[in-house]
């Protein structure tokens, strides 16, 4: 069974069926080969502090989130065939969309919230 929470910002939903992906396995495939999100409005991958984008064929937006769910780095229209900075003091990454975090106006320092339904399991 796959998990998927919302992610709100003030109250507000802001991304909704977002996929998470809390094995070491869920997080190893994440996007690779997939030519979009799909149904997914997104990924978040946990625990999780650094990414690529090999064998990815879209760009993304990348939100670093620490335990408190406190945005802590953001890596907006990433390339695939890249690699971010590792971001010690981040817990997940949230994979979204080209400029969600612009649409968003996401800031290092926002606070988000996942409004989860279960606890990740294998996707």
Known sequence: MKNYTNITKE??????????????????RGLMMK???GGDGGL?????????????????????LSREQEVVHIERALMPG??????????????????????????????LRLEGRGSPDEQ
């Open 82 to 111: 890249r690699v971010t900075p590792y971001i010690k003091n981040a817990w997940s990454v949230l994979e979204a969309a080209i400029g969600f975090a612009g649409e968003y106006g996401l800031e290092v320092g926002d606070r």
């Open 35 to 37: 030519k979009s999100f």
């Open 44 to 64: 978040l991958l946990l625990p999780c502090r650094q990414i690529h984008t090999f064998m990815m064929k879209f760009p993304i937006d990348a939100v670093f």
């Open 11 to 28: 109250g507000r939903i802001i991304l909704e069926n977002v996929r998470v992906a809390g094995t070491y396995f869920g997080r190893l």
